[in-house]
C-alpha cells in the first residue's frame, strides 16, 4: 500500500468530513442559508430534464420576477431557460383560505404553458447568503500538473476556462473533457480539478446528481486533505448544500464512503511516482 492510498487515514478523513457537515448544519450561518434556498421551487422530474439539457450546470433557477424579489437582475443578453409551468383554474373561492386540502380540491391544471427562467450564474446583484466559500491560497507546486497527467492516462483533456459565473469547473464524458476556471486561485483549482476527476471516474452513468456531486466533492476533500490543502470551507457546504441538509448528507457520505475512498485513492495514485519523495510503503 502507497503512502497516499492509506485505507485508515482515508476514513479518519471521512470521519472529519462528517463532523465538520455537522458543525456547520448547526450554525446560524446554515439557517441563513437555508432561508434563502426556500424562495426557490422545487421543480417537476420533467422540468428538471428541460433545465439541465438547456444549462446542464445550472443550480439555482427562478423567474425575472423572483431574481428581482431577491435583490439581483438578469445580466444583459442572457438566453432563458424554457420550463413548462401549469395553468391552474380555480372552480369555486375557498370558504376558509387555510384549508389546503379545500384548495387542492377547488383547482385543477387546465393546461401547460411555456415560461422563462434563469440560472444564478445568469444574474448579478446582492451576494446570496453561501456556505460553500471558495478557496483561497497558492496550494503546493505540482500538484495541479499531476492531476492533469492522471486526467491524460483515463483519456480526458484539462481545459482552463472562463465561465464568467459561478461554476468552477465541468466535466464532459462524450467529450472526455474536463474544463477547470481559469479565474480561481491555484489551490481552488486542485480542489476542482480533483472533484471532476472524481467525476470522470465515477459518474458516467448516474440517476441521481445529488449522489454524484456529494460523493465528488468528499472524494476532493479527502485529496486535498491528503496534498496538504484545506477545503474545508468549501466541501462542507457543497456537501450539504446538495444532499439537502446534514443528517442526509452524513448518511449519504457513509452510504458511498466506498466508493470515496476508492476513487480518491486512485486520484493520489498518480502522486507515487510523480511526486518527489513519495516511495510505495
Known sequence: ???????KEHFDLVNK????????????????????????????????????????????VAGYKAWRKLNRYVLKGEEAIWILAPVVYR?????????VEERENLASIHAFKWVPVFDISQTGGDAPPSVCNRI????????????????????FEVVEHDFGGSAN????????RIRIETNNSPAQRV?????????????????????????????????????????SDYSFGYCAGWAGGGEQAIAAIKASCERIQRTAATILGAFDTLLPGQQVA
Open 169 to 176: 469547473g465541468d466535466c464532459c464524458h462524450a467529450k472526455h
Open 17 to 60: 468530513l462528517v463532523a465538520g457537515i455537522s458543525n456547520l448544519t448547526s450554525s446560524e450561518e446554515w439557517r441563513s442559508y437555508l432561508d434563502f434556498q426556500s424562495r426557490f421551487y422545487r421543480y417537476s422530474y420533467r422540468n428538471t430534464l428541460l433545465i439541465a439539457a438547456q444549462r446542464h450546470n445550472a443550480t439555482q
Open 136 to 155: 483561497e491560497g497558492s496550494g503546493v507546486e505540482g500538484h495541479y500538473d499531476v492531476l492533469i497527467g492522471f486526467a491524460d492516462s483515463i483519456g
Open 91 to 99: 372552480k369555486a373561492a375557498c370558504k376558509d383560505d387555510n384549508d
Open 191 to 231: 480542489k476542482t480539478l480533483a472533484h471532476e476527476l472524481a467525476h470522470a471516474l465515477l459518474h458516467e452513468v448516474h440517476d441521481n446528481r445529488s449522489i454524484a456531486e456529494l460523493e465528488a466533492e468528499s472524494t476532493a476533500y479527502i485529496v486535498c486533505q491528503t496534498l496538504g490543502i484545506d477545503s
Open 1 to 7: 500500500m502507497n503512502n497516499f492510498c492509506k485505507t
